[in-house]
């Protein structure tokens, strides 16, 4: 059974930084991409970021480029979003997401999400 475990939300203030991370089991990651969407409430899911299945090629937002990270690492089975520079924009539910295919519009397998709350 494949699952995605999002961890490493909470509050932070302005300015400050948080990393994100996505455990995931059941055998996909060594071949799956990996992307990075938040929700904040009462807007759409917006992807943030997404990192190809051999970790080589990175996309991002507009809204994050330069200040987030996404990386992944093969022996934990683990995908990271690292957040710098956070602003209180960037306030939202967090989740990780999985697709053979990269296809973002419906990926294959998502996680549960975890709150991230910029706030001073």
């Known amino acids: 059974q494949v699952q995605l475990v999002e961890s490493g939300g909470g509050l932070v203030q302005p300015g400050g930084s948080l990393t994100l991370s996505c455990e995931v089991s059941g055998g996909i990651f060594s071949n799956h991409a990996m992307a990075w969407f938040r929700q904040a409430p009462g807007k759409q899911r917006e992807r943030v970021a997404a990192?190809?299945?051999?970790?080589?090629?990175?996309a991002y937002a507009d809204s994050v480029k330069g200040r987030f990270t996404i990386s992944r690492e093969g022996a934990k089975n683990t995908v990271y979003l690292q957040m710098n520079s956070l602003n209180v924009d960037d306030t939202a539910v967090y989740y990780c997401a999985a697709d053979f295919y990269s296809e973002w519009a419906s990926p294959a397998y998502w996680g549960r999400g975890t709150q991230v709350t910029v706030s001073s």
């Open positions: 990192i190809n299945w051999r970790g080589t090629d990175t």
